[in-house]
């Protein structure tokens, strides 16, 4: 195997034996051809669409399944193998539609090899050999190392946006656009002719779209759930039955609530499913009381230490104790081999098992945090915020947040945090925020220093607050008195970090360490044109933000 999408990868260079995640050998091949596999139903999908066939199955299976190969989502090789089955079955049935679509078109299908011949057998042992021969390594046979980074770059965001799609789908928000450049993009990954400047104009290009897909959730959930307003949440436990929910799905969350409701059962959200309080239809629920624990990599000292049931919803999901592993369960594209998936939307299992434990035996203290300013709340006191810079009561604005992880050095974030001056007022969103979330930080003529917007995909949030800024002090976003300093971890921070690239804006502050995936190449050009660069000290950076 190898595997460097994430930022915590073996030796900072890739994981060869078995992930840092825990991914073994197996589910890396088969995640692996997953990606193949996706790349071949793209190449026939693609040019069917030409022409103006499309089909909503492919659609709306492809972003599921390359979910399922997003760092900490799926480590069921059972589960990975049936999802192969099914991409099999589409692999057939795109070239169906691309081979008709031809016939009435009067036109002579193309004859595709490469990715469109991905399918070996239905056994495990079959795919994860075939898996083996399109692994990332293979790519450096036939390309320069800045080709396959800024593939990986391009792969990475999709998958990124694909995962983004996939939740705004779950809400009911699709656009044939964005399947269009899902399909489109799959294809092009498969040419043997990629330039620096056409793969760097195909990254760009992605996060043009995965701000639209961002967008597009952002509709969803608001849509569905309201616009979320400032609250305050308790984040200690309640007495009684408990469920945690994490993960990122607010719909599992939304009815797994209306599937308890009644049954003396208290509903916790957990990791970043904590912004899902602020939102105003999970406040009519009595029995969501609260947030428990904090980021994903502490789940599994929190999860034994949790006396209920657990659910994740996505990612990120770690490899379960034996001590809570019969009461925690998945679903969605999330899953683990022995853990039970709920499949049917019916979370009878998770309610019985909470039952079945013995709940929280007394009321922890009374701690509160507020939360529920995302682009709504703030634009709606934009004006006070406005006069508060002019005046000169806010000097800056810090935006610290992204992606949490186990890697040393994430400290770094909760130091700079404590380290901004008390006349700047910090942004944050993503499950980054678990590293100084409780702090109080004050406020500065009412206005909290602390503005908590959000999960990850809230960057949308961050980036229209910023707009709205900069367009009232008539200048752009770089213009503003503004400091980006970025936790990534996975793929959806690759498409984030792309979308803000689309948009021109430079001097992100990107750790805690750089994505090994990036070529020394490739990374220099980012300097040059984006002026991005790696953390470095809290003292070091707070220096050379302060000019």
């Given at each position: 195997m190898f595997c460097f999408q994430c930022e915590q990868t073996t030796r900072e260079t890739g994981c060869i034996t078995r992930g840092v995640c825990e991914k073994d050998p197996t589910c890396a091949a088969l995640q692996d051809l997953i990606v193949e596999a996706c790349k071949g139903i793209g190449m026939y999908a693609h040019r069917a669409r030409v022409l103006g066939v499309?089909?909503?199955?492919?659609?709306?299976?492809?972003?599921?399944?390359l979910f399922a190969t997003v760092t900490q989502v799926n480590f069921d090789a059972e589960r990975t193998r049936q999802i192969l089955i099914h991409l099999a079955e589409l692999t057939a049935r795109a070239q169906s539609l691309y081979e008709s679509a031809c016939k009435n078109a009067g036109r002579e299908a193309e004859s595709l090899a490469g990715a469109t011949q991905w399918m070996d057998g239905e056994d495990l042992q079959s795919m994860v050999a075939r898996g083996d021969l399109v692994s990332i390594k293979t790519h450096y046979d036939e390309n320069s190392e800045d080709i396959v980074s800024l593939q990986e770059i391009l792969m990475y965001g999709l998958k990124g946006m694909v995962a983004y799609a996939y939740h705004a789908r779950v809400q009911g928000v699709e656009d044939a656009d964005i399947d269009a450049y899902v399909l489109e993009t799959l294809d092009y990954l498969t040419h043997d002719d990629h330039t620096i400047d056409d793969?760097?104009?195909?990254?760009?290009?992605?996060?043009?779209?995965?701000?639209?897909?961002?967008?597009m959730l952002d509709r969803g959930n608001t849509t569905s759930y309201g616009h979320p307003e400032p609250t305050s949440i308790r984040v200690e436990p309640v007495k009684g039955k408990a469920i945690a929910v994490s993960g990122h799905e607010l719909k599992s969350l939304y009815e797994v609530l209306e599937q308890t409701e009644g049954k003396g059962i208290?509903?916790?959200?957990?990791?970043?499913?904590?912004?899902?309080?602020?939102?105003?239809?999970?406040?009519k629920f009595n029995h969501l009381v609260g947030n428990y624990g904090g980021a994903w990599m502490r789940q599994r000292t929190e999860f034994a230490d949790f006396p209920g049931a657990v659910l994740v919803t996505t990612n990120c999901i770690q490899l379960p104790n034996d001590?809570?592993?019969?009461?925690?369960?998945?679903?969605?594209?999330?899953?683990?081999?022995?853990?039970?998936?709920?499949?049917?939307?019916?979370?009878?299992?998770?309610?019985?098992?909470a039952l079945a434990a013995e709940g929280f035996s007394e009321d922890g203290p009374d701690e509160e945090i507020t939360i529920g300013f995302a682009r709504n709340t703030v634009m709606s006191v934009a004006d006070k915020v406005i006069d508060a810079v002019k005046a000169g009561a806010i000097k800056s604005f810090f935006l610290i947040g992204g992606c949490d992880g186990a890697k040393t050095g994430r400290n770094y974030y909760t130091e700079l945090a404590e380290a901004v001056p008390n006349d700047s007022v910090i942004l944050t969103l993503g499950c980054?925020?678990?590293?100084?979330?409780?702090?109080?930080?004050?406020?500065?003529?009412?206005?909290?220093?602390?503005?908590?917007?959000?999960?990850?995909?809230?960057?949308?949030?961050?980036?229209?607050?910023?707009?709205?800024?900069?367009?009232?002090?008539?200048?752009?976003?770089?213009g503003l008195p503004l400091s980006l300093n970025v936790s990534w971890y996975e793929q959806k921070a690759v498409s984030i970090l792309l979308s803000l690239l689309h948009l021109g804006i430079k001097n992100i502050r990107?750790?805690?360490?750089?994505?090994?995936?990036?070529?020394?190449?490739?990374?220099?050009?980012?300097?040059?044109?984006?002026?991005?660069?790696?953390?470095?000290?809290?003292?070091?950076?707070?220096?050379?933000?302060?000019g």
């Open positions: 499309t089909d909503d199955v492919i659609d709306a299976y492809i972003p599921e399944a793969l760097v104009a195909q990254c760009m290009k992605c996060g043009e779209m995965n701000l639209k897909v961002m967008e208290n509903v916790y959200t957990h990791g970043e499913l904590l912004p899902a309080l602020a939102y105003p239809a999970f406040k001590s809570y592993k019969d009461r925690l369960f998945t679903c969605g594209p999330t899953a683990w081999e022995g853990v039970t998936h709920i499949s049917d939307g019916d979370y009878t299992p998770v309610i019985e098992a980054g925020k678990y590293r100084f979330h409780r702090h109080d930080f004050g406020d500065i003529g009412g206005i909290p220093r602390l503005l908590d917007l959000g999960q990850c995909n809230d960057a949308y949030s961050a980036i229209q607050i910023a707009a709205a800024l900069a367009d009232a002090f008539g200048t752009d976003v770089n990107l750790g805690p360490s750089l994505p090994e995936f990036i070529s020394p190449n490739v990374l220099n050009f980012l300097v040059e044109q984006f002026n991005i660069g790696p953390v470095t000290t809290v003292e070091e950076d707070m220096k050379a933000i302060a």
